[in-house]
């Protein structure tokens, strides 16, 4: 379990990150009561850009796996109520173990890299997106579909034009949930090599020059925030019908 | 274009088109077929099945109520028609052509089917929700839109209302669309289970009424569940009494259960009441009423009281009518002291009703102005003859509603009175 570690620190300091900041922080050293330093701020913006699109792609990329497996579980334990209660365990019981080890526990298998950290990351977003999926299913009336069915609907027709328009709002706020949690993870995608803004946190492991972590950090949560505002308006524009009430 | 889609108009539109395709007839749509049950049977596991070798026929165009207390499978019964519930044993004939050969779905779209909590998308506006079947069915849009319209115009809905979403308009309102969206492809059979069972007492009396309204222009075959009586003998041309394991205790108009119930259950289930429901089928014109003697503004008084003397004059009082013939008031023994008759009458007139109302209406007409006898104009407004108190007991009396009456062997009761006439 610590070899991998090793070498995946050791890979994010050969990209050179730890060697550059250390030199940089000198800038900062005349001043030491500072926090942030700005000067170094305004000069190496610049070096946040590819970690910034590199977390980007493996949110995206992961949230997107992530909800192709749990949406497909989803329906299948729609279809066949006995493979609910087990298929919610299993998704719990991933979501139970810690991220680390289950980011280690992966590199035997796909190395380091990209992969792994998207295999880990679509992982924990399973539990909340199948969850949610099920429970917009379930909270679908009954009347609703006997009408449906009793109109002439077949049961395909029931579940893609009734059961999962009414089932959105749900499925997106379980998405929503999914994805900022995933921003906040994907952090530690640094450990297997993956990249992302987690270089510019624990890259140098050099806690006493906060600049380039307060700068990530903030980049991490307002990713997150519009991430989530994306989801929402999208989740507005399409469930009209959530906001016309009686007039 | 018009004529072809005639079949398909349920309303009459104000255009150029010639009266033939307004017509009752012509707006009728496609034909309703006859429904018929051939020993249908459902089994859920061991036990007493929910329906019971049920034998019944429902001829096209009429509305049969499937009436019983709950857990008397009346709603199972009814599903058997569009196979929401399958057959354990027997067959369910639309027309000729058994259920059991037709696939669900395209089954399904032919038949109407309304439930009591409505079921509208509620992610669909009201026009999408009233297009769902042809949507199935695969119209044209232009087709479509034409018929939404119609349809919103059919159970009097503002068409604006056509773009809002269901969370939007009135429980009514929503049991109107629920309707609509049941007719929307000219279905052969309606279904309906306990259609205005959440709707409250006001707008429940509103709805029947508006429902009986289309249907006497539609003529659909219609199932009709329901656990209230009331409802069921309103409503139905026919009337099928179930009881708990699923068996058939009645079928027969609703006259004919209220007179005649077959069984014990039947009695019970129909009421101690059912003499009163009785007056809630007929009309005042259904009943002989009572001929008073007539006066006219000038007359000679001896002459209207020569009138009154006849022996087939069953109220003590003569009934003043204008120049027209409408009923005016009552004269009083002073009014007939003069020589001629006055132009005003002593006593105000009192309730007057239509040979139209309903006898239970009348009644409490009566009941409600303290009137023994209430004067009945016909639609033009004269005078039809008088209703009282015996003539209704009469008729409860008589074995056979439509029977005519027998004159009250008695006299007239000694105290007739219009109400607050001050009658001397």
């Given at each position: 379990?610590?070899?991998?570690?090793?070498?995946?620190?050791?890979?994010?300091?050969?990209?050179g990150?730890?060697?550059?900041?250390?030199?940089?922080?000198?800038?900062?050293?005349?001043?030491?009561?500072?926090?942030?330093?700005?000067?170094?701020?305004?000069?190496?913006?610049?070096?946040?850009?590819?970690?910034?699109?590199?977390?980007?792609?493996?949110?995206?990329?992961?949230?997107?796996?992530?909800?192709?497996?749990?949406?497909?579980l989803?329906?299948?334990?729609?279809?066949?109520?006995?493979?609910?209660?087990?298929?919610?365990?299993?998704?719990?019981?991933?979501?139970?173990?810690?991220?680390?080890?289950?980011?280690?526990?992966?590199?035997?298998?796909?190395?380091?890299?990209?992969?792994?950290?998207?295999?880990?990351?679509?992982?924990?977003?399973?539990?909340?997106?199948?969850?949610?999926?099920?429970?917009?299913?379930?909270?679908?009336?009954?009347?609703?579909?006997?009408?449906?069915?009793?109109?002439?609907?077949?049961?395909?027709?029931?579940?893609?034009?009734?059961?999962?328009?009414?089932?959105?709002?749900?499925?997106?706020?379980g998405?929503?949930?999914?994805?900022?949690?995933?921003?906040?993870?994907?952090?530690?995608?640094?450990?297997?090599g993956?990249?992302?803004?987690?270089?510019?946190?624990?890259?140098g492991?050099?806690?006493?020059?906060?600049?380039?972590?307060?700068?990530?950090?903030?980049?991490?949560?307002?990713?997150?925030?519009?991430l989530?505002?994306?989801?929402?308006?999208?989740?507005?524009?399409?469930?009209?019908?959530?906001?016309?009430?009686?007039? | 274009?018009?004529?072809?889609?005639?079949?398909?108009?349920?309303?009459?539109?104000?255009?150029?088109?010639?009266?033939?395709?307004?017509?009752?007839?012509?707006?009728?749509?496609?034909?309703?077929?006859?429904?018929?049950?051939?020993?249908?049977?459902?089994?859920?596991?061991?036990?007493?099945?929910?329906?019971?070798?049920?034998?019944?026929e429902?001829?096209a165009?009429?509305?049969?109520?499937?009436?019983?207390?709950?857990?008397?499978?009346?709603?199972?019964?009814?599903?058997?028609?569009?196979?929401?519930?399958?057959?354990?044993?027997?067959?369910?004939?639309?027309?000729?052509?058994?259920?059991?050969?037709?696939?669900?779905a395209?089954?399904?779209?032919?038949?109407?089917?309304?439930?009591q909590?409505?079921?509208?998308?509620?992610?669909?506006?009201?026009?999408?929700?009233?297009?769902?079947?042809?949507?199935?069915?695969?119209?044209?849009?232009?087709?479509?839109?034409?018929?939404?319209?119609?349809?919103?115009?059919?159970?009097?809905?503002?068409p604006?209302?056509?773009?809002?979403?269901p969370?939007?308009?009135?429980?009514?309102?929503?049991?109107?669309?629920?309707?609509?969206?049941?007719?929307?492809?000219?279905?052969?059979?309606?279904?309906m289970?306990?259609?205005?069972?959440?709707?409250?007492p006001?707008?429940?009396?509103?709805?029947?009424?508006?429902?009986?309204?289309?249907?006497?222009?539609?003529r659909?075959?219609?199932?009709?569940?329901?656990?209230?009586?009331?409802?069921?003998?309103?409503?139905?041309?026919?009337?099928?009494?179930?009881?708990?394991?699923?068996?058939?205790?009645?079928?027969?108009?609703?006259?004919?259960?209220?007179?005649?119930?077959?069984?014990?259950?039947?009695?019970?289930?129909?009421?101690?009441?059912?003499?009163?429901?009785?007056?809630a089928?007929?009309?005042?014109?259904?009943?002989?009423?009572?001929?008073?003697?007539?006066?006219?503004?000038?007359?000679?008084?001896?002459?209207?009281?020569?009138?009154?003397?006849?022996?087939?004059?069953?109220?003590?009082?003569?009934?003043?009518?204008?120049?027209?013939?409408?009923?005016?008031?009552?004269?009083?023994?002073?009014?007939?002291?003069?020589?001629?008759?006055?132009?005003?009458?002593?006593?105000?007139?009192?309730p007057?009703?239509?040979?139209?109302?309903?006898?239970?209406?009348?009644?409490?007409?009566?009941?409600?102005?303290?009137?023994?006898?209430?004067?009945?104009?016909?639609?033009?407004?004269?005078?039809?003859?008088?209703?009282?108190?015996?003539?209704?007991?009469?008729?409860?009396?008589?074995?056979?509603?439509?029977?005519?009456?027998?004159?009250?062997?008695?006299?007239?009761?000694?105290?007739?009175?219009?109400?607050?006439g001050?009658?001397?």
């Amino acid at each position: 379990m610590i070899a991998p570690a090793a070498i995946a620190l050791a890979g994010a300091v050969d990209e050179g990150f730890f060697r550059d900041r250390s030199s940089d922080t000198l800038a900062c050293e005349a001043r030491p009561d500072e926090v942030f330093c700005f000067g170094w701020a305004r000069e190496n913006i610049d070096r946040f850009l590819t970690p910034t699109l590199e977390h980007l792609e493996m949110v995206v990329a992961s949230v997107a796996a992530g909800f192709v497996v749990a949406f497909a579980l989803a329906l299948l334990a729609h279809r066949r109520g006995w493979l609910r209660p087990p298929l919610l365990a299993a998704t719990g019981v991933l979501y139970t173990i810690p991220s680390l080890a289950l980011f280690f526990l992966l590199l035997p298998l796909t190395g380091l890299g990209r992969t792994t950290a998207i295999v880990v990351l679509a992982a924990y977003t399973l539990q909340i997106i199948y969850r949610n999926t099920i429970i917009g299913l379930a909270n679908v009336p009954a009347a609703t579909k006997d009408a449906a069915r009793g109109m002439g609907y077949t049961e395909r027709q029931v579940l893609w034009r009734v059961e999962l328009p009414l089932a959105l709002p749900e499925i997106v706020a379980g998405l929503r949930v999914a994805t900022v949690s995933t921003v906040a993870l994907a952090t530690l995608a640094v450990f297997v090599g993956a990249g992302g803004l987690g270089t510019q946190i624990y890259g140098g492991g050099n806690l006493t020059f906060p600049t380039s972590v307060l700068i990530a950090a903030a980049i991490v949560i307002l990713m997150a925030l519009v991430l989530e505002a994306a989801l929402l308006l999208a989740q507005r524009r399409l469930t009209p019908w959530r906001r016309a009430r009686a007039s | 274009m018009r004529g072809s889609e005639a079949g398909y108009r349920l309303v009459a539109v104000p255009s150029s088109e010639p009266a033939t395709h307004t017509q009752p007839a012509a707006r009728a749509g496609r034909s309703a077929s006859p429904v018929s049950y051939v020993g249908a049977t459902k089994r859920y596991g061991p036990g007493p099945p929910a329906v019971d070798h049920l034998d019944l026929e429902v001829p096209a165009g009429e509305i049969c109520v499937l009436v019983g207390p709950s857990g008397c499978g009346k709603t199972t019964a009814m599903r058997m028609v569009n196979r929401t519930v399958e057959l354990s044993e027997g067959d369910v004939l639309i027309g000729d052509e058994s259920v059991r050969e037709r696939d669900p779905a395209r089954l399904r779209r032919e038949i109407g089917y309304v439930i009591q909590q409505v079921g509208l998308f509620p992610h669909r506006t009201v026009a999408q929700n009233i297009a769902a079947v042809p949507e199935l069915l695969g119209w044209e849009k232009d087709r479509i839109r034409a018929r939404t319209a119609e349809l919103l115009e059919l159970i009097g809905l503002d068409p604006e209302l056509g773009s809002r979403y269901p969370a939007q308009l009135s429980g009514g309102q929503q049991q109107r669309v629920g309707v609509a969206r049941a007719l929307a492809a000219d279905p052969l059979v309606m279904l309906m289970d306990e259609p205005f069972g959440a709707i409250d007492p006001i707008n429940r009396e509103r709805l029947q009424n508006e429902f009986l309204r289309l249907q006497s222009e539609l003529r659909k075959t219609v199932l009709f569940v329901t656990h209230d009586i009331d409802e069921a003998i309103k409503m139905g041309d026919r009337i099928a009494v179930m009881r708990e394991g699923g068996r058939l205790e009645q079928y027969a108009t609703p006259a004919e259960l209220l007179m005649a119930p077959a069984t014990p259950f039947v009695e019970d289930f129909v009421g101690a009441d059912r003499a009163l429901k009785r007056l809630a089928l007929m009309r005042v014109a259904d009943v002989d009423l009572w001929q008073p003697a007539t006066a006219r503004a000038g007359e000679a008084c001896a002459e209207v009281r020569a009138r009154l003397a006849m022996p087939d004059v069953d109220v003590p009082f003569p009934l003043l009518l204008d120049a027209a013939g409408r009923p005016l008031g009552w004269l009083s023994e002073r009014d007939l002291a003069a020589a001629t008759v006055p132009e005003q009458p002593d006593s105000p007139l009192g309730p007057l009703l239509e040979t139209d109302d309903v006898l239970r209406d009348a009644l409490a007409d009566m009941l409600q102005a303290g009137a023994q006898y209430a004067a009945v104009a016909d639609p033009q407004g004269r005078l039809a003859g008088v209703l009282s108190f015996e003539v209704i007991s009469d008729f409860l009396g008589s074995a056979r509603a439509h029977a005519p009456l027998p004159r009250p062997a008695e006299a007239a009761p000694a105290a007739p009175a219009p109400p607050r006439g001050g009658r001397p």
